[in-house]
């Protein structure tokens, strides 16, 4: 799933793009399409078409999703990292929290950004990634590093911890919502902003987390047992 290519013309930086939903990829395409600078010269949707296309296409920067159809993004960002330590690697993820973050620095990327980010941040995100490939940027590194940092854990807000109280009581996201007087959307922010603070991708970690830091104790409902 390649296009004609090669190194760009014109001081065109190359770029492929790696996501197995073609409106995704056809979406980047865009972005870059309106940027000067640029020239995508070959899409993957998958690791293994990935390591090919970007065997060929000599791309200066790969632009990848987080969660392949083969494999894992962050397994495909070591396998490129180990055989062009002059590539840039932005990795793109809908899945948010520390946990993924660190692990695409710890895999070697050049950037981490969110899909639900504007283009022109994967677009700046790619610029950095083609002229500092080794130094990692995120939006959230700072706060990540300070919550990886501070012995007294994540900080939650007043109504984040109604929320994780709730979430402790066992009550469903509509329960919480009519607890809280708010909007089942605005419960499920709620929500994903405490898994994102705790690093927890799902309830049952989110709640373990909390009981070990001290933010719930057994005697509020939740117990590890």
Do not use: W
Not at 35 to 51: D, T
Not at 57 to 76: A, E, H, M, N, T
Not at 81 to 105: C, K, Q, S, W
Not at 174 to 179: E, V
């Amino acid at each position: 799933m390649t296009d004609s290519g090669g190194r760009g013309n014109g001081g065109e930086t190359p770029v492929v793009l790696v996501d197995d939903h073609e409106l995704i990829r056809t979406g980047l395409r865009h972005a870059f399409d309106r940027e000067p600078g640029f020239r995508v010269v070959g899409e993957a949707a998958s690791c293994a078409e990935a390591l090919t296309v970007v065997r060929d296409r000599q791309p200066q920067v790969v632009i990848l999703d987080i969660r392949l159809p083969d494999g894992s993004g962050l397994d495909l960002t070591r396998r490129l990292r180990a055989n062009r330590p002059d590539l840039g690697i932005v990795v793109l993820t809908m899945y948010g929290g520390d946990e993924h973050l660190f692990g695409a620095l710890d895999a070697g990327a050049s950037a981490f950004v969110p899909k639900d980010s504007p283009a022109d941040e994967v677009v700046a995100a790619a610029r950095h990634a083609a002229s500092a490939p080794s130094a990692f940027t995120a939006a959230d590194l700072a706060t990540a590093m300070k919550r990886r940092l501070t012995p007294s854990g994540p900080q939650l807000s007043q109504r984040e911890r109604e929320v994780l109280k709730l979430l402790a009581d066992g009550l469903s996201v509509a329960l919480i919502a009519r607890q809280l007087y708010i909007s089942e959307s605005t419960a499920k922010t709620h929500i994903s902003k405490i898994y994102d603070k705790l690093g927890a991708a799902n309830r049952a970690q989110a709640l373990m987390a909390a009981l070990k830091i001290g933010l719930l104790s057994s005697t509020d409902g939740f117990s590890p047992t």
